[in-house]
């Protein structure tokens, strides 16, 4: 049980380049969020994803898109990368219902030159 | 609005010391509240929450939780610390029948402890 993996933990971009970052978890959740995390702001949620063939906006879609392409995975695409979205990203996962903790992957760290 | 404070950016305890980071929130309806942990280059792991029922709640590395309704606060405690509890946590809090994107995480606590 692999939890809740991404690819890939490390990426340097040139401004204007895009990118996919992947995500998937194992534990048959059914929601699904992308969040970033900047010193001294705690975590944003950029996209989510209640259930397999929705997504939503979070906090900070702009310049963002997701897909959810089924119920393990749940990708993040920058199609024009900015220096502004230098950050670390982060997957997780949760079962349905409010009471239920997230599970979260270890990261991806992009920097954006 | 739905928020939460976490009013301290670093707290510093001696280790064998009780520990306590902070954190108060401010929800429609009783919150369900949560604490998760940072190590290093990691992503956040789940230590505790608190749903309904013993304001104490207890999780996992021997930490536990209070919540106060009247303070709206659920403070992070420990009665010794150590220092593999140097880490980032973050505290949480979700509105009861809100929709998926309403968790809110505070801005984080850098814990350190000294030998």
């Known amino acids: 049980n692999a939890g809740v993996t991404q690819t890939p933990k490390f990426q340097v971009l040139k401004t204007g380049q895009s990118m996919t970052l992947q995500c998937a978890q194992d534990?048959?959740?059914?929601?699904m969020y992308w969040y970033r995390q900047d010193p001294g702001m705690g975590l944003r949620l950029i996209y989510y994803s209640a259930s397999e063939g929705t997504t939503d906006k979070g906090e900070v879609p702009n310049g963002y898109n997701v897909s959810r392409l089924n119920k393990r995975e749940f990708s993040l695409r920058l199609e024009s990368a900015a220096p502004s979205q230098t950050s670390v990203y982060f997957c997780?996962?949760?079962?349905?219902?409010?009471?239920?903790?997230?599970?979260f992957g270890p990261g991806t760290r992009l920097t954006v030159t | 609005a739905q928020s939460v404070a976490q009013p301290e950016d670093q707290v510093n305890v001696a280790e064998g010391n009780p520990l306590t980071v902070k954190c108060t929130y401010s929800v429609s309806g009783n919150p369900y509240l949560f604490w998760y942990v940072q190590y290093p280059n990691r992503g956040l792991q789940f230590l505790l929450k608190?749903?309904?029922?013993?304001?104490l709640v207890k999780g996992s590395y021997g930490f536990e939780a209070e919540f106060n309704k009247s303070q709206t606060s659920f403070h992070l405690k420990k009665p010794s610390a150590l220092v593999s509890d140097s880490a980032l946590y973050f505290c949480a809090v979700r509105a009861p029948y809100s929709s998926a994107s309403k968790i809110i995480f505070g801005s984080g606590t850098r814990l350190s402890i000294r030998p």
């Open positions: 608190y749903i309904t029922g013993d304001n």
């Open positions: 534990m048959n959740h059914n929601s």
């Open positions: 997780a996962s949760t079962r349905t219902g409010q009471a239920y903790e997230q599970y």
